[in-house]
């Protein structure tokens, strides 16, 4: 603690509260680009609702490789703090059986790498899909999904934004602080 001379209160030093902050993983690779791929992310979000007529949360993200529907871009809906990873495909359009449907993902959602989101799918807020799944069946929320066709393996779990579980700050950090992050 420190005493200001100003106003006479105590107040705590930077140093003491950059050290109760938990850790992060050392940004390596192409993760050093960040800006300049979050710039890349604003753009390709802009064209797909501006252009494309997607309905896109402002907050959501996405992989530079993910695949949305142009055939039904309109059916395409992606909630707020959601991530949809590498690969994943979101359709909204069956033409063998002339289906045009409207695809959901809900909130604070996370979409694994090389996941396949059917047309007429609607996933539930707070849910994460395991990578290379393949949902052909609506998820409630807050459930943790995977397999092909995919089915609910959890019910009930926390998440925080973008879908990121909530005990995973003190994991990076315990890595972090052992240098293995």
């Not at 896109?56 to 490789?65: D, E, F, K, N, V």
Request: glycine share 10%; hydrophobic share 40%; aromatic share 6%.
């Amino acid at each position: 603690m420190a005493t200001d001379t100003a106003t006479g209160k105590e107040t705590v030093m930077a140093d003491q509260n950059a050290a109760a902050a938990p850790l992060k993983a050392k940004r390596r690779g192409l993760n050093k680009l960040g800006a300049l791929r979050n710039a890349i992310v604003d753009l390709r979000r802009w064209m797909l609702v501006r252009i494309w007529g997607m309905d896109i949360h402002p907050t959501a993200q996405m992989s530079l490789s993910a695949k949305f529907d142009k055939t039904f871009p309109v059916g395409v809906h992606l909630g707020e703090k959601s991530y949809i990873a590498f690969e994943s495909r979101i359709l909204c359009h069956d033409r063998t059986r002339g289906l045009y449907l409207h695809t959901r993902i809900g909130k604070n959602c996370f979409i694994g790498g090389r996941s396949l989101i059917m047309p007429g799918v609607e996933i539930g807020d707070n849910c994460v899909i395991g990578a290379g799944s393949i949902v052909t069946k609506s998820i409630p929320p807050r459930c943790i999904a995977a397999g092909n066709p995919a089915r609910v393996l959890r019910e009930n779990i926390e998440v925080g934004e973008y879908g990121r579980f909530v005990e995973a700050d003190e994991t990076e950090s315990r890595l972090a602080e052992q240098g293995l992050a």
